[in-house]
């Protein structure tokens, strides 16, 4: 899935019909999703470099549920964890957290108007059903 210092931006969608969207988003993309769940499907998405989210939340106020910054390494992770605490936006880092089906390390911002955003690695892509599909 990744060569090693891949980095891949993410986008996290609230959908009416996960169904409907794989259809869609597997046929812009020319690809077949990397994961469904229940209520929850991505797209490891290598051209372009995007990690597609869709997560069925039909009485969502917002689109968008968050954005993030997928790294393919912890020392990616680490620089990218000193540098916005440096910056001081940096609000609160997770170690083997297990969400979106998958256990991560991440830190997590808000940008100005509240946007939700992470900067992330996963640690175990299918870890055992925690009940918990997204953050």
């Given at each position: ?32 999703p ?44 680490d620089?990218?964890?000193?540098r ?37 690695r ?5 870890p ?8």
């Open positions: 899935m990744y060569m090693e210092n891949d980095v891949r931006l993410q986008l996290a969608l609230n959908v009416s019909d996960l169904n409907q969207a794989v259809n869609y988003y597997s046929r812009l993309f020319a690809t077949s990397h994961k469904i769940r229940a209520g929850y499907a991505n797209f490891a998405i290598d051209d372009p470099a995007l990690k597609l989210v869709l997560i069925e939340n039909g009485d969502a106020d917002e689109r968008i549920n968050h954005l993030g910054v997928e790294t393919s390494t912890q020392e990616e992770l620089a990218a964890i000193s916005l605490s440096a910056e001081g936006l940096a609000q609160k880092l997770e170690e083997n957290t297990t969400c979106c089906h998958a256990t991560q390390n991440k830190v997590w911002m808000s940008e100005p108007d509240g946007l939700a955003w992470e900067w992330y996963i640690t175990d892509d299918n055992p059903e925690s009940g918990l599909a997204c953050c």
